[in-house]
């Protein structure tokens, strides 16, 4: 297989970054990195405590911190948190250091995926669907700039679009190979 650049995930909660991501990494024989579970794993204390105590100003330090260090590692698969893109640093580390791969779902299905997590503060509120519309409104456009590619996870399964996720990097990559 080609030498791909590190494959990055971004994209809205209920995604599937998390998901593809870990499916992406074992077809590539790579190691599987997320911002997430790196800062909850580093800080002893999930998200939501994280946000209680430090705020969202001090959940985005961290982010940005790990984001620093996870792509500066070489041949990985990253999940980024979906509101990673919400500082230019972020947006500029993660397009200089590999393909940035923006997973798109609409709020509806969002809406089905995130029902019963509560694990996501922003979410923590009364109307989820006006909360997921709003961020939906900011966060897309930088989802997009920031994007090598945009991929749709509505009414797909995972590895249906890991495959494609493989097919297009791998045009991106060496586009006479792929056409082979």
């Given at each position: 297989m080609l030498a791909l650049p590190n494959?990055?995930?971004i994209g809205p909660m209920g995604a599937g970054?998390?998901?593809?991501?870990?499916l992406l990494a074992?077809?590539?024989?790579?190691?599987?990195?997320?911002?997430?579970?790196?800062?909850?794993?580093?800080c002893g204390a999930d998200i939501p405590w994280i946000f209680d105590v430090?705020?969202?100003?001090?959940?985005?330090d961290r982010e940005t911190q790990m984001i620093?260090?996870?792509?500066?590692?070489?041949?990985?698969?990253?999940?980024?948190g979906g509101g990673a893109v919400l500082r230019a640093e972020n947006r500029r580390m993660l397009r200089e250091r590999g393909t940035v791969i923006y997973l798109f779902t609409t709020v509806e299905q969002q809406l089905k995926r995130t029902a019963k997590d509560r694990n996501r503060p922003l979410l923590q509120r009364p109307d989820k669907e006006a909360v997921l519309r709003e961020m939906f409104g900011v966060r897309d456009p930088l989802y997009r700039a920031t994007a090598d590619l945009t991929v749709r996870t509505d009414r797909?399964?995972?590895?249906s679009v890991v495959n494609?996720?493989?097919r297009r990097v791998t045009r991106l990559v060496d586009p006479l190979q792929a056409k082979a």
């Open positions: 494959l990055i995930l970054k998390s998901t593809i991501g870990r074992a077809e590539l024989s790579r190691d599987f990195l997320d911002t997430d579970h790196e800062i909850q794993a580093r430090e705020g969202e100003a001090g959940f985005r620093d260090e996870l792509t500066q590692r070489e041949g990985v698969v990253i999940a980024t797909r399964g995972p590895r494609d996720i493989v």
